[in-house]
């Protein structure tokens, strides 16, 4: 199992990595995008049920962490 890491603002790599990377990288963006009539387009898949997301828990201070 790996090591719970954290990142310097407290949140769990992958899940920054993996979600909220790609809503700051969106929020950058934006407003070029839209200065040019450009929008952005979120996709995604199935894959969020096999592993809800604990938002009371982001920091696994309660449970045990498993990546």
């Known amino acids: ?4 890491r954290l990142t310097p ?13 790609h809503f700051q ?5 934006h407003a070029a995008l839209a200065a040019e009539g450009g929008c952005i ?11 809800p997301v604990d938002f009371d ?3 696994f201070e309660r449970r045990g962490y498993a990546p």
């Open 1 to 4: 199992m790996s090591e719970l």
């Open 9 to 21: 603002e407290g949140v769990e790599y992958q899940f920054a990595t993996n979600h909220l990377g």
């Open 25 to 29: 990288l969106a929020q950058g963006l």
């Open 41 to 51: 387009v979120a996709v995604s898949s199935s894959a969020h049920l096999l592993a």
């Open 57 to 59: 828990d982001l920091r």
